[in-house]
C-alpha cells in the first residue's frame, strides 16, 4: 500500500522454497539500479514463518540497500519466546545488514490499535530519512517524523499504559501462554484424521489444512462458522488460519471440540467451500 502511494515500484518474489520462506536468490535476481530496499518478514502474517534475515541482511550489505524487517506479528513476542527456549532464527539489529524494523504495538504488544512501532539502526539514519525538517515558515521550524503529522496521543498514551502494566514478566506471560495454547491446539489438531498443520510454524500463528483429498478445508470452516466460530480462511494453500493470544486459553477445549465435529460434518456432507468470505 505505502508502494502504491509513493509510486514505487514493488517486485515480490515467489516463496518457491517449500517452507513457505523468502527465496533469497529469487530476490538478488530482481534487484536492479533502481532498487532502493528489500524487506523480510519476522515472521509473515500467512504462515508464521520467519525469512533468512541474515542471508537478506548480507545481500543488503553486499548491494548496498536498505533492508526492512516486518516484525509486525513478533516483534513484541519473539524476545520471550525466545527466553522460553525456543529456537528463533535470528531478525534483529544484531543481524548486520538490518536498517529498519515494525512491530505492532496492537499485537503481541498487547495494546489498543491505533498506536505502532517502526525503529531504525540509528539517529542518523532517522535524522537523514525520516525526519521532515521545514524551516523557511514564518512560526518557525516545522519538524515531523510521520505521514500524518498531527494526531491524537490517546492509542500512544493507552499503549505506554499497557506496556508499563504487562512489563517484562507480563509478556513473558503472554509468551508462555500462547506457546502452551498452541501445543494444546496442535496436539489436539493431530490426533483428528483427516487434518495436518502445515510446517515450520515457528511463533503464535499456525495453518490447518487438509491431509485428505475427501476433505474440504472450506466445508469445515462452513461448519465451524455454524457454530459460531469466526474463522480465518486461508487461500493459499487452503486452511484455517490461526493468530493466537493469551486469551484462546479458554477456548482450547471448545475448539478442538468443535473442529472435530466439523470434520465429521464436512465428510457427511460432502461439500466444497470456495475462499469466499477470505478477505482480512
Ligand atoms: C506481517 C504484518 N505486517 C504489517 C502489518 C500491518 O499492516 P497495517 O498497514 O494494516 O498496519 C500486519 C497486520 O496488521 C502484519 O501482520
Redo the contacts with the bound molecule.
Sequence with gaps: ?AGHALGIDVRRVPTTRNDFKADVGAISSKIDDNTIGIVG?AP??PFGVFDPIRELGALAQARGLWLHV?A??GGFLSPYVKRLGHALPDWDFSVPGVSSI?A?LHKHGMAAKGA?LMMLRSKELKEKYQTFDFKEWERGPYVAWTMQGTRPGGAVAAAWATLQHLGDEGYLRCARMIMDNKKGLLEGIARIPGLAVLEPSELSIFVTRSADPGLDIGAVSDAMGTKGWLIGRQVEPPGIHMHLNPSHERMVGDYLADLGWAVGEARRSGLRSGPAGSTY
Aim: net charge negative; aromatic share 10%.
Design positions: 500500500r518478514s509473515c502474517y516486518d509486525c506479528v515494525s505492532d505502532s
